[in-house]
């Protein structure tokens, strides 16, 4: 039984209201890397964490304190990765593909794995995709399918599997979380200061409608 030699995890940010109520932006992003070794740093921080009193069952951008995010961002800031995004603009994106939430999932995950795959696999790797946050079937589905898609066009790695796990499970989901939760912040609210302690490790930031014109609401 192969074990992975490239990992990939994978979490998004926004909603899918296509409306003045609801995100201008959808974010996903993609966390690549040899080496889960900062996931035991993680877990290093979080016992030292509780034994100072503070009880974190997981690491998550939106709800931790902003000393506990500095420790989190410093530890990304030093481990061996590379991170990918795309940005879509919902305000700009066709109302036939606005309103398949289904297919818009898949088209945002088709775009980044199309770039993301070609560029850190190799044809010797054994890539395990995991992904976070995928409550529904549907999301499921078209994740699978987005992924088997693109790896297929490409041929771009030995084997290839995708789990879809919850975010507390692992802690590289955790960073995963963070880097699109920088981004995201970054991009929806001109707040560019998460974004800055994770830029080095950015190698792309896709943003497929920026040149259009056209806003639908």
């Known amino acids: 039984m192969s074990t992975p030699t490239l990992y990939i995890f994978a979490d998004e940010s926004g909603d899918f209201k296509f409306s003045k109520h609801g995100s201008t932006y959808f974010t996903i992003c993609a966390v690549t890397t040899r080496s889960v070794a900062i996931a035991h740093r993680l877990l290093d921080l979080r ?16 709800e931790d304190l902003q000393i506990v995010r500095d420790r989190v961002f ?10 990918d995004a795309v940005i879509l603009n919902k305000r700009k994106t066709l109302p036939r593909i606005a309103q398949n939430h289904g297919y818009f999932y ?17 044809p010797d790797d054994n890539l395990l995709v995991v ?36 975010a507390a499970s692992h802690p590289c989901l955790q960073v995963a979380d963070y880097c699109a939760w920088a981004i995201h912040r970054d991009k ?5 200061r998460s974004y800055a302690l994770i830029e080095a490790h950015v190698r792309s930031r896709f943003e497929p409608f920026r040149e259009s014109a056209v806003t639908y609401y």
């Open 131 to 166: 992904a976070s946050s995928l409550e529904t079937k549907v999301k499921r589905k078209r994740f699978k399918q987005a992924l088997a898609h693109v790896i297929q066009q490409h041929n771009v790695c030995r084997s290839y599997q995708v789990a879809f796990w919850s």
């Open 188 to 192: 929806e609210r001109c707040d560019p």
């Open 74 to 83: 410093a530890l990304i800031q030093a481990a061996p990765l590379d991170v």
């Open 106 to 122: 898949q088209l945002a995950w088709h775009l980044l794995f199309k770039y993301v795959a070609p560029r850190r696999c190799s």
């Open 47 to 62: 016992h030292e964490l509780a034994m100072s009193g503070a009880d974190i069952e997981a690491f998550h951008a939106t």
